[in-house]
């Protein structure tokens, strides 16, 4: 039946980015006949896939069931995505399991439509307490995601992500405020800064006394549950389920903290916690009363391993590169020039690019790298190791062959890299999917918020880079798609400076609750109900803290505005950089020195200013000299 106004188009809602009132109204119905009555399409959707059955039976069985997706060959999958539509409304022919849901679904959009057309009020449920599923990701970069348009786009990475921002509201310029693992968490779990919240760098404990957004939203009637990486050590408090990854967790076979004490459970990491969520909406939840459920994923997290089924994904194409792979920093202050996290000269080929890597490789005990890759393939078991060595194999040999230096060794690391990280963000981008199917068969899609995000950008080759820390745009910006059924339009690109300290009020906003005055953010409700009056905020403020340590990236703290952003390094003597990001949105020409200086004076006033909005006065340690010239060679010349 016409379902339209629901869930799931093919890619091209995306392009034309209609919303599904006016993607109806534009296009010539056709009439299609089904046991479940007569109903309407748009042309647009049969334009690749009125062959019939047998295609639509290919679609329903590799895109509409979570078994045989994983199963399906990629060509299918996207053979799929062609004649979604038509799938979705004869799957009542071709799949026995969803009929029954699918048909009351279809009937309850049909009294729907019919009351629009009677002129009948009828009482939406979705401004009722929805309820709140949000899957987090672990270094997804919105460059990353299809829908963000961004040069990776022509990979198509996410095709599930990409669906849930055709159906909801995509935020462009969504930014952290620390670009690290446990901080952005933190922050997300308090509604505040890190100088606010306590957990500053990785090396922190998050104290879970204090008040989080869980334990507001259970005060207000919610049951709430965890699953999957947590990073802030600890027992969770605020959910009344939980089962969460020790540190960053294991991609096979992982361990998982429990109320009851250590657990491992077989598979990969993300279709595991994926089957934690799934088995609570089904088991654990208590019919009648809202939930929030946080699926946070450890993908695609360094070392990037891929679960087997996505082993060979992305074999036989090139990746495209970034245009700034061979970037020199030219331009930066030294920061940029002492950092440890060039693709090039700090990723290891063997730990974090698996060259020649088994579970016996000849290790240099006294190497400090990333080991956890190798460590992660001791406890596979022979049939992971044979899946992984018969895809690795080869194009070690071939590597080996081609004796690669220079810029083509260079090259060559990004493409393992860069696939790799793809893999992962595939696993992730299955499970949106399958969580939402999940949904759709329960009945809760009509009445749950479905958002995806990720604690902070990542390089994937930009500037020569991986991981990320740095407040240029590539780590500081952070996925956010919200699809809130009944309030966001379909494919609606938002383009208000938000961030993570946003993301516990919206949710307290959602469920009703009461909004505490120490929150620093600021409810996102008025953004997804098209109700905001003027601009949303000004600029957002940034600081980031850890170092010395991993990577080497000296603190800095900024501000950044819909068109300028300002940094500050502090601890080698002040260091300033300054973009335009409207004429260079690289960040390649530091406009510090050259800028009007009533240009420049303003936008450090606005800084200062917002560093006392946010009562930041945290410590700002310039070193000794001597230790200067230990970090930065520059200072010992
Ligand atoms: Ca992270």
Known sequence: MLDYSKRKFPPFRSETRLSPASFVASRNPTICPTPAGSFSLPQHSHRNSVDGLCEARLCAQTKRTPISRSKASANAVQKAQTCYVTAYFRQPISLAHPVMSRHKKAMRILLTILALFLGISITSKADNQPNIVFVFSDDHAPHAIGAYNGWLKSVNPT??????????????????????????????????????????????????????????????GYQTALYGKSHLKGHPQGYDDWMVLPGQGLYYNPDFITPEGKKRIDGHCTDVVTDLAVQWLKEKREDGKPFMLMVQHKAPHRNWM????????????????????????????????????????????NHDLFLDLTPDFDDDKELKTDKSAFRNLQRMSPTQVKAWRDAYGPKDEAFHKANLSGDDLVRWKYQRYAKNYLRCVKGVDESVGRLRDVLAELELDDNTVVIYSSDQGFY??????????????????????????????????????VQNIDYAPTFLAMAGADIPDDIQGKSLVPLLKKQQEGKF??????????????????RHYGIRTDRYKLMKFYQFGEQ???????????????????????????????????????DDNSHEPEYPLEKKKGFWPTFAK
């Open 306 to 349: 891929p679960a087997e089924r996505h082993l060979h994904l992305y074999d036989d194409i090139e990746m495209p590169e970034p245009t700034t792979l061979f970037d020199k920093w030219e331009d930066n202050t030294l920061a940029a020039k002492y950092q440890e996290l060039e693709v090039d000269g700090h990723m290891h080929i």
């Open 159 to 220: 095709p599930e992500i990409d669906e849930l921002a055709a159906d909801g509201m995509l935020f462009q310029n969504s930014f952290c405020t620390n670009s690290i693992c446990g901080p952005s968490r933190a922050v997300i779990q308090t509604g505040k800064h890190s100088h606010k919240n306590g957990f500053m760098n990785n090396g922190n404990s998050f104290d879970w006394n204090q008040q989080t957004f869980p334990k507001l939203l259970k005060k207000v």
């Open 576 to 614: 300033w950089e300054m973009y335009d990001l409207e004429k260079d949105p690289d960040e390649l020409t530091n406009i510090y020195e050259t800028a009007d200086k009533k240009l420049v004076d303003g936008m450090k006033k606005k800084l200062e200013d917002l560093r006392v909005h946010y």
């Open 460 to 497: 994937i080759g930009d500037h020569g880079w991986y991981d990320k820390r740095w407040m240029y745009e590539e780590s500081f910006k952070m996925p956010l798609i919200v699809n809130w059924p009944g309030v966001t339009d379909g494919g609606a690109v938002n383009m208000e400076l």
């Open 537 to 554: 905020r000004d600029a957002v403020y940034y600081h980031y803290y850890e170092y010395p340590s991993v990577h080497m990236v000296p």
